[in-house]
């Protein structure tokens, strides 16, 4: 037995070793095969589920630029890293200067500027096409939360923070366009579709919407029972989407003459918990659907119209932050306190 297993090593040993390009042909030969026999793609990412590893502490925020072609996320080990979409999903670029933990991340409407919140008490403003910073917005006295871009008209950005305070600034200005003082502090903003007006939540539970005319609370929007932890403005800007600590998700009516109760429609399935983390919310492009960060390590999707949960995707080891949908494709982005950044393909 041992002779005949000694022969068979040698003969073994004495082939040819294939050509690593052959190797390679052939694993991906057996690769494409399994995807075929699989469920169809529906996207042009290289697998149906992507995982990105690098960051060295937990994710707090990821959004996708709006080409699509490429991603930003942040957390609490202070760097801002850029990945792309697709083949590999690998890290290309890094931002940094902010001292203590990026809390948000916002685009402007053309993709050349990112905006970055964090608890330094800053607003930094990036050039992307030098990788430079070109503003750091000082107004806040704590934490900043939040930080929202506007889409349209002159270069705005709204932040929020521990502070109690709005404040709206200018690119092209040092100081504050305006500064709106709440009784308590607000933990997430944004714009409406024109600009005229700024969206916030906070721990009071209360949704306000500001109008930056008068520098006053234009209406309040009551129904959550615990604090805002996120919000976000629908694609045609008709509606505002909230995820906050009482479980639920809720959609707003922000047009100008809707009626009393703006409260349209309420979302339930994910779960927040003692972390008492800012779990963030968001719509996918076409406004069908919207999807929310929860404590229960789930990115959880609903359609807009039955409401129904038509996702709970399985993977992180983490309190899920935050999922943002992809400007073009179904794929859905999410990040972690796992470390973990993973883009899923969905129907």
């Given at each position: 037995m041992d002779m005949k297993r000694k022969a068979d090593q040698m003969i073994v040993a004495l082939q040819p070793k294939k050509p690593r390009s052959e190797l390679v042909a052939a694993r991906e030969g057996v690769q494409n095969s399994v995807v075929a026999n699989g469920p169809p793609r529906t996207s042009a990412l290289a697998a149906p589920i992507m995982q990105l590893t690098g960051h060295q502490g937990d994710i707090l925020c990821g959004r996708f630029h709006p080409d699509g072609e490429c991603l930003a996320t942040a957390g609490m080990d202070r760097m801002i890293l850029f990945w792309k979409v697709y083949g590999e999903c690998e890290n290309f670029g890094m931002l940094t200067g902010h001292t203590n933990a990026i809390t948000e991340l916002c685009f402007n409407a053309d993709g050349s500027v990112l905006y970055s919140a964090s608890a330094d008490r800053t607003v930094m403003c990036w050039d992307l096409s030098t990788g430079q910073r070109i503003k750091k917005f000082k107004g806040h006295s704590s934490f900043v939360n939040s930080v929202s871009s506007a889409r349209r008209g002159p270069p705005l950005v709204t932040s929020a923070g521990d502070d109690c305070s709005i404040v709206?600034?200018?690119?092209?200005?040092?100081?504050?366009?305006?500064?709106?003082?709440?009784?308590?502090?607000?933990?997430?903003?944004?714009?409406?579709?024109t600009a005229e007006q700024v969206i916030s939540g906070g721990i009071e539970n209360d949704i306000k919407v500001w109008d930056l005319r008068k520098n006053a609370t234009l209406y309040r929007m009551k129904g959550h029972n615990d604090s805002v932890t996120g919000?976000?403005?629908?694609?045609?800007?008709?509606?505002?989407?909230?995820?906050?600590?009482?479980?639920?998700?809720?959609?707003?009516?922000?047009?100008?003459?809707?009626?009393?109760?703006?409260?349209?429609?309420?979302?339930?399935?994910?779960?927040?918990?003692?972390?008492?983390?800012?779990?963030?919310?968001?719509?996918?492009?076409?406004?069908?659907?919207?999807?929310?960060?929860?404590?229960d390590r789930h990115v959880h999707v609903w359609d807009t119209t039955s409401r129904a949960l038509l996702y709970k995707l399985p993977g992180h080891n983490g309190t899920v932050n935050e999922?943002?949908?992809h400007p073009r494709e179904?794929?859905?982005?999410?990040?972690?306190?796992?470390?973990?950044?993973?883009l899923g393909e969905i129907e």
């Amino acid at each position: 037995m041992d002779m005949k297993r000694k022969a068979d090593q040698m003969i073994v040993a004495l082939q040819p070793k294939k050509p690593r390009s052959e190797l390679v042909a052939a694993r991906e030969g057996v690769q494409n095969s399994v995807v075929a026999n699989g469920p169809p793609r529906t996207s042009a990412l290289a697998a149906p589920i992507m995982q990105l590893t690098g960051h060295q502490g937990d994710i707090l925020c990821g959004r996708f630029h709006p080409d699509g072609e490429c991603l930003a996320t942040a957390g609490m080990d202070r760097m801002i890293l850029f990945w792309k979409v697709y083949g590999e999903c690998e890290n290309f670029g890094m931002l940094t200067g902010h001292t203590n933990a990026i809390t948000e991340l916002c685009f402007n409407a053309d993709g050349s500027v990112l905006y970055s919140a964090s608890a330094d008490r800053t607003v930094m403003c990036w050039d992307l096409s030098t990788g430079q910073r070109i503003k750091k917005f000082k107004g806040h006295s704590s934490f900043v939360n939040s930080v929202s871009s506007a889409r349209r008209g002159p270069p705005l950005v709204t932040s929020a923070g521990d502070d109690c305070s709005i404040v709206v600034w200018d690119l092209r200005r040092r100081r504050p366009v305006t500064t709106l003082t709440n009784p308590y502090q607000v933990t997430s903003v944004t714009f409406n579709d024109t600009a005229e007006q700024v969206i916030s939540g906070g721990i009071e539970n209360d949704i306000k919407v500001w109008d930056l005319r008068k520098n006053a609370t234009l209406y309040r929007m009551k129904g959550h029972n615990d604090s805002v932890t996120g919000l976000s403005l629908s694609p045609d800007g008709s509606y505002v989407l909230s995820n906050a600590m009482d479980n639920t998700l809720r959609i707003w009516d922000v047009r100008p003459f809707a009626p009393q109760e703006r409260c349209v429609k309420i979302f339930q399935g994910h779960q927040h918990n003692f972390e008492q983390s800012l779990l963030r919310c968001s719509w996918s492009c076409d406004g069908r659907r919207v999807g929310a960060g929860s404590s229960d390590r789930h990115v959880h999707v609903w359609d807009t119209t039955s409401r129904a949960l038509l996702y709970k995707l399985p993977g992180h080891n983490g309190t899920v932050n935050e999922v943002a949908f992809h400007p073009r494709e179904p794929i859905v982005l999410s990040v972690s306190n796992d470390k973990q950044v993973y883009l899923g393909e969905i129907e």
